[in-house]
């Protein structure tokens, strides 16, 4: 298996500008996660998926922010505007089950707003 | 108060001496506790959970749980290089609630 599979890898855009963050999960996972690390806050997730619907989205963090999983194999985390303080590593990770120990991390989107 | 707390290091141990790394968080019902080891630039990867108080161990690492005093340590023993990484305590209210919460991150270097 590929893993899970983030695009892209790394992003600069400017402020002002639509972002799009890419996930596909392993096969047969039923939960997505998305997070988000910063030197400050460190890892804080996002909003998490269950069975493609979105189970819990408090820790998105303003109207800017929209996830989206229209299918079981792809997700979409995008930002609009995009905001220098946007700047972070974005993960991506997925399980068959809720349990922490089968959550599998992606590679992550570095993300850079200027 | 952070939800959960570490020091964010870095913390030098030499070569083939413990490693003690240590967490605090501030949600008593708090259920299932996670330590992941992050390398510079890598996602991260769990290396131990823990559930019950006391001591757990997996091949050089043990995970401790005080639930009264509110900490969970990981402990590192003969510690090696490939060690040094930044290592994250993520807690998790259980109950169904799936959602972890991560500490910041201590970041460890072994001295060869």
């Known amino acids: 298996d590929a893993g899970v599979i983030q695009s892209p890898r790394h992003e600069v855009t400017e402020m002002g500008q639509e972002v799009t963050l890419r996930c596909k999960p392993i096969s047969g996972h039923d939960y997505l996660f998305w997070y988000r690390q910063t030197m400050m806050r460190g890892l804080e997730l996002l909003i998490y998926?269950?069975?493609?619907?979105?189970?819990?989205d408090s820790g998105m963090p303003e109207d800017r922010f929209s996830a989206k999983m229209p299918n079981a194999s792809f997700s979409t985390l995008k930002i609009q505007p995009s905001e220098p303080r946007d700047s972070a590593v974005y993960f991506c990770?997925?399980?068959?089950?809720?349990?922490?120990?089968?959550?599998?991390f992606g590679p992550g989107t570095r993300l850079l707003v200027l | 108060q952070k939800e959960v707390e570490q020091n964010s290091g870095p913390l030098s141990v030499p070569e083939g001496a413990i490693a003690s790394l240590n967490c605090t968080y501030s949600d008593r019902v708090s259920q299932s506790f996670f330590w992941y080891r992050q390398y510079s630039g890598k996602s991260p990867e769990l290396i131990m959970s823990?559930?019950?108080?006391g001591d757990k161990e997996d091949g050089r690492f043990t995970a401790q749980l005080n639930k009264a005093s509110q900490y969970v340590s990981l402990l590192i023993r003969d510690s090696q290089p490939s060690d040094s990484a930044t290592y994250l305590c993520?807690?998790?209210?259980?109950?169904?609630?799936?959602?972890?919460?991560f500490g910041t991150g201590t970041r460890l270097t072994i001295i060869p």
């Open positions: 823990i559930y019950s108080n």
């Open positions: 998926f269950n069975n493609n619907v979105p189970i819990d």
């Open positions: 993520a807690v998790n209210m259980g109950f169904g609630n799936e959602k972890l919460t």
């Open positions: 990770a997925s399980s068959p089950s809720i349990r922490q120990e089968t959550q599998y």
